[in-house]
Every structure is written in C-alpha cells, then in structure tokens.
C-alpha cells in the first residue's frame, strides 16, 4: 500500500499558511469526496513523484499545459538558455517576436497578437476587446464552459427563457452577471432563442470550440461552430473562440483550422507556454487594432512577453511541428479509450468516453454527453471511488469528474498498459464494494 505521510505533514504545514492549502481549489480533493492532496516533488517524462517517493503515471498534465509531458529535453534547454540572459527587461525582445511570427504562421487568424500571462488575462481582454470595438455590453457564452476567473465569465446560467446569468461566485454582481448570455452548447434552437432576444446588445459570443471543462465535449454537428459564427455576425456580434486547452492540442494549431472555421478574436494559453505561465490573445486586425498604444482599449502587463515563457513556447511548438507527435498521443488515446471501454463492460460499470486526439473523458452514466447537464447528470460519487483507487495504483487523473485525461508526447505503450492494468482492477474493485 502507498504511503502518504509526507503528504499529509506538508499539507498540514499548508493549511496553516495557503488558503485552503492549495493555490487553485480544482487542487484540492474536494470534489472526490475529500482525502490529502498529493504534494509532487519531481517529474520526467510522463511520471511525477510524490514527497513520500510515490511514483504516478500523469493523466493531469497540470490540467493542460504538458502536452510535452515533464521536464522535455528541448524545452529544458531553452529554459536554461533563458536564464543565462537575465530574466525579464520589460523592453521589448528579440523573442516574443519569433514567437507572434511563430504563432502567426501556425494560425493565420492571429493577425495581430499581444502576450499576457494566463489564460485568465487572454480570455478578459478578448472581452473588453469586443466590448470596446463593437460599442456594445453583453456576452453570449455557453453553459459549464469555463474561461478563467475575471468576473465577466463567473457567470452561471439562470433561469427563464431570457438566458440571463447569475452570478458564478460571491462577489461577482448581479450587475455583471446580468451582462452575460448564457444558453446550452450543441443546441442551435437556444442559441437562435436567445440572439432573438439580446442580437442587438451583444459585443461577443465567447464559446470552447471544443468543450474541455465539463469533459471533452465536441460539436455534435460537423457545422455547429460554423452555425454559430455565422448566426452572431448576422446580429453584429464578433466571435471569440476561447482555445486556452484546445490550441496545439489536436493538431499544429486551432480547434477552428479543424473545423475550417474563423473566430474574430482567439484567446491561448496554457501548451503555449511549454510549462510556463502565458496567455495569448489575438485575432482580425481591424478588432486588435482598438487595443493600446494603437486604440482606446486598455490592456499591458509587467510579465507580459517575459523571455522565459518566450523561449520555452517557442521550444514547445517547434517539437510540436512534428505531426507524428499528434498521431502517437491520438494512438495512445484511442488504446486507453478502448481498454478502459473493455474494462467496463467486464466488470458491469456503465461508462461513456468522450475522446479527441489524445484527451478524453470517462463520464459514469450510459447517456452521451454533449452538453453540461449531460456532464451534470453523471455519477460523481462513482467517479471519485475510480480517482481514488487509480491513485492507490500510481495512476494521477485530476480530481474532478469534469476533467479531461490528457495523454502526452512522452507517454509510452508500456504506461497504457500499466494504466489499463490500474484501471482494470479499480473497476473490478467498484464492482465488488458496489
Ligand atoms: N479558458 C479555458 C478554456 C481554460 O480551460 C482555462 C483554465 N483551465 C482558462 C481559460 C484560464 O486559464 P488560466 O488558468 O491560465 O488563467
């Protein structure tokens, strides 16, 4: 049996002194029932280490930005190279313009681009962008999609036909939220509803072009993103496509350039950065143009640009260039999805996986997600017994049934089969306590 006490000591120390002993709540195992966060002390390719020398097979990939796994060698070196120069110089740099070229030629949309730090910051400014540019307050976004934690966007779906959202958070106001749409993803028929009611208001329809954050969930219809472009440019509205998980996810570039779609405005986070903090916003030069020093519309950052992040995105993409990359993690994803499904049916767990490329989730429940109340209506309790009999088994999925499994570039054949191993025998063990 695994050995936790180190654990349990350091998250005690943390209690004390982080909030809540974690510095992002998702970190904590609340929504699996409780128990000891895990604290890591170490990583290499697809495996970290826990602070009593637990070893795990990493499904988390610190919630998406690892799409290198841990510790990449050519994201190594260009860490090390980035510190030989000094750290920050808050002038402009040889390397963020490598970078917005890089970006640029990988996603011709971004015709203007500008860095910040976090997917938080992109996704907030893509919004007073569209709100300055088009002279206009409301946003349309869809339910249990999540954009960071600015206020506009902690906004939950209300009641009524009106689509209104309430807020999302204490301290967030009724004000605010009640400047945020917010209607079901994958349905048309809302959508259509709600553009009746509020075209007229409406600076941005915000969306996940494909939903990481109550799973992974895809447009049913090859056309919906298309669909929804199209119905908000005929009410004047500009489309942003939040592409903080899907960006350089699936392939060298957007979940638009797969569905042959344009947003107006993207913003990008997270796999960007290669393990650093970073947030990109950009798009249609016409809309960027409204930005400062260029436009009334403020944004800027100390950290903005910082050559580390700089180098370490740049190093990132360019292992990425590789299309075998995308074509051994969508191999890896499949083999796991399949095993997984297998290992279900043996044991009599109802399950459903919803897979792109090398990101899936298990949902608890035989019904097809495509929507949040889909991802709602699963069976959460279920979910945290498999978290928790996976840990035991050295295989680290995030805490949450609403997460996604990412495989990475340095995942191997043999880390499928221990993983289907795990997975095998944590079922057989729900089946049996169940
Ligand atoms: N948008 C999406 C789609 C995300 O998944 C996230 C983070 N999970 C964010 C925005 C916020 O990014 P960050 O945590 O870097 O602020």
Redesign the pocket.
């Known amino acids: 049996a695994m050995d936790f006490t180190q654990s349990h000591l350091w998250q005690q120390r943390a209690d004390a002194v982080i909030l809540g002993g974690v510095n992002s709540p998702s970190r904590s195992f609340k929504s699996v029932g409780g128990g000891t966060p895990v604290v890591m002390a170490r990583a290499q390719g697809s495996r970290f280490v826990d602070v009593d020398g637990n070893t795990y097979i990493d499904y988390l990939a610190a919630?998406?930005p690892l799409v290198l796994g841990h510790a990449h060698p050519r994201v190594m070196e260009a860490l090390r190279a980035a510190t030989y120069d000094g750290i920050l110089y808050g002038t402009p740099t040889t390397w963020e313009v490598e970078f917005a070229e890089t970006l640029r030629a990988a996603i011709p949309d971004l015709e203007r681009v500008r860095f910040v730090n976090?997917?938080?910051?992109?996704?907030m400014t893509t919004i007073r962008v569209a709100r300055g540019a088009t002279g206009r307050n409301k946003i349309l976004k869809f339910a249990g999609?999540?954009?960071?934690?600015s206020d506009a966007v902690l906004v939950a779906a209300g009641s009524g036909p009106s689509s209104i959202g309430v807020p999302d958070s204490a301290g967030v106001t009724r004000a605010i939220a009640g400047e945020v749409i917010t209607v079901p993803y994958n349905d048309l028929e809302a959508y259509d509803e709600a553009l009746a009611v509020h075209g007229e208001d409406l600076a941005a329809v915000l969306v996940?072009p494909i939903v990481?954050?109550f799973g992974i969930v895809p447009p049913e219809r090859p056309d919906y993103l298309a669909e929804v472009i199209a119905r908000a440019h005929r009410v004047g509205a500009l489309v942003i496509f939040?592409e903080?998980?899907t960006a350089f996810r699936f392939h060298y570039g957007t979940a638009a350039q797969l569905y042959g779609v344009h947003a107006d405005l993207y913003?990008l986070?997270?796999i960007i950065g290669g393990g650093l903090p970073i947030?990109a916003y950009g798009g249609r030069r016409d809309v960027m143009e409204s930005v400062a020093p260029l436009g009334p519309v403020y944004q800027a950052g100390t950290m903005a640009g910082n050559p580390a992040s700089m180098r370490t995105g740049l190093a990132c993409l360019e292992v990425l260039r590789d299309p075998a990359v995308y074509r051994h993690m969508d191999r890896l994803g499949a083999a796991l999805e399949q095993g997984i499904l297998a290992s279900a049916q043996r044991h009599g767990v109802a399950i459903t996986i919803n897979r792109v490329g090398g990101a899936f989730t298990v949902f608890f429940g035989s019904h097809r997600v495509r929507d949040y109340a889909g991802a709602q209506a699963t069976d959460g309790r279920r979910f945290a017994a498999l978290f928790h009999a996976l840990l035991r088994r050295g295989v680290f999925i995030a805490p949450s049934k609403y997460e996604a499994w990412f495989v990475s570039a340095q995942h191997t054949d043999a880390d499928i089969e221990e993983t289907l191993a795990a997975v095998d025998a944590s079922f057989a063990e729900m089946a049996a306590t169940s």
């Not at 976090?118 to 996704?123: D, I, K, W």
């Not at 999609?145 to 934690?149: A, I, L, N, R």
Request: charged share 15%; net charge negative; aromatic share 8%.
């Open positions: 919630y998406g976090s997917g938080t910051e992109a996704v999609c999540y954009h960071g934690h996940e990481g954050n939040d903080v998980i913003a986070g997270k947030g």
